[in-house]
């Protein structure tokens, strides 16, 4: 998970901040409750799979496994909101920009991306995030709301019922298990393909760990962030070492 970025970003050794020590730690605490909550999961979904009964003799008991997923189940649900709060706090006090946020220049940055992944058109120019990080970020984070809001009427089955019909317990249940198998596809098949096996990246995009991203990348990745820091560079390279100019980032300074 990113929050906005903060503004001290400066150029050291080719490189510069992408993310700091915070956003790194809030991605790494983010991804472990993820493993955790899909460890512990999983063979409550398939129960009846040949590998269920190992991973529970290997976690010791069920009661142990279904009481490691609930509080996981807090934890996870208590970093989303603080991530939140700080995250706009972060926004109101004029340390962060909305970079993360959508525009309506998103969906012409999607098409020329079409376009591009079919060889029919040049690379869209990309400020600070691109369409597919966006896309990313807002999936994961309305499918947490799905999670976490399912996951407490799951656990208090009877206090949800007092303030709703009982269908919505099954409702909670199977929409709780879709969303869940949702979130991990999309990690493995889209997320780990963007952060290990890309081209450019393989075998392991670093920049989540030391937070730092090459000037060479960052040109060629996010263009338009490029210009942004780095206004008298990009304007000696000239316009014929630029990737097309697709997509605009409305994003603020």
């Known amino acids: 998970m990113m929050p906005p970025e903060e503004k001290d970003v400066r150029e050291?050794?080719?490189?510069?901040?992408?993310?700091?020590?915070?956003?790194?730690?809030?991605?790494?605490?983010?991804?472990?409750?993820?493993?955790?909550l899909t460890v512990t999961g999983l063979p409550q979904k398939f129960s009846d799979a040949f590998?269920?009964?190992?991973?529970?003799?290997?976690?010791?008991?069920?009661?142990?496994?279904?009481?490691?997923?609930?509080?996981?189940?807090?934890?996870?649900?208590?970093?989303?909101?603080?991530?939140?709060?700080?995250?706009?706090?972060?926004?109101?006090?004029?340390?962060?920009?909305?970079?993360?946020?959508?525009?309506?220049?998103?969906?012409?940055?999607?098409?020329?991306?079409?376009?591009?992944?079919?060889?029919?058109?040049?690379?869209?120019a990309a400020g600070r995030f691109d369409y597919r990080?966006?896309?990313?970020?807002?999936?994961?984070?309305?499918?947490?709301?799905?999670?976490?809001?399912?996951?407490?009427?799951?656990?208090?089955?009877?206090?949800?019922?007092?303030?709703?019909?009982?269908q919505v317990i099954p409702v909670a249940k199977t929409a709780h298990s879709y969303e869940a198998m949702l979130a991990l596809m999309v990690i493995v098949v889209w997320h780990l393909y963007n952060a290990m096996f890309r081209p450019g990246v393989f075998p392991l995009d670093t920049t989540i760990i030391h937070g730092r991203m090459s000037l060479g990348r960052l040109r060629e990745e996010h263009p338009l962030e490029f210009e942004r820091l780095f206004p008298e560079k990009a304007a000696?390279?000239?316009?014929?070492?630029?990737?097309?100019?697709?997509a605009s980032d409305p994003s603020p300074a």
Do not use: C, N
Not at 54 to 59: A, E, G, K, Q, W
Not at 236 to 246: F, K, L, M
């Open 51 to 124: 590998w269920a009964g190992s991973v529970v003799r290997l976690i010791g008991d069920l009661d142990l496994m279904r009481w490691l997923h609930r509080m996981a189940g807090f934890a996870f649900g208590g970093f989303t909101v603080y991530f939140l709060v700080f995250a706009s706090l972060d926004v109101l006090r004029g340390r962060a920009a909305l970079s993360m946020a959508p525009f309506l220049s998103d969906l012409r940055e999607v098409y020329r991306g079409l376009l591009w992944a079919a060889g029919l058109g040049p690379r869209p």
């Open 12 to 36: 050291e050794e080719g490189s510069v901040l992408r993310f700091t020590r915070r956003q790194r730690l809030e991605h790494h605490i983010m991804a472990a409750l993820f493993i955790l």
């Open 133 to 166: 990080e966006k896309l990313e970020f807002w999936g994961m984070l309305l499918g947490s709301g799905v999670m976490i809001l399912t996951g407490l009427i799951l656990y208090f089955p009877i206090q949800a019922t007092r303030w709703l019909p009982g």
């Open 236 to 246: 000696e390279e000239g316009e014929e070492e630029r990737p097309a100019r697709g």
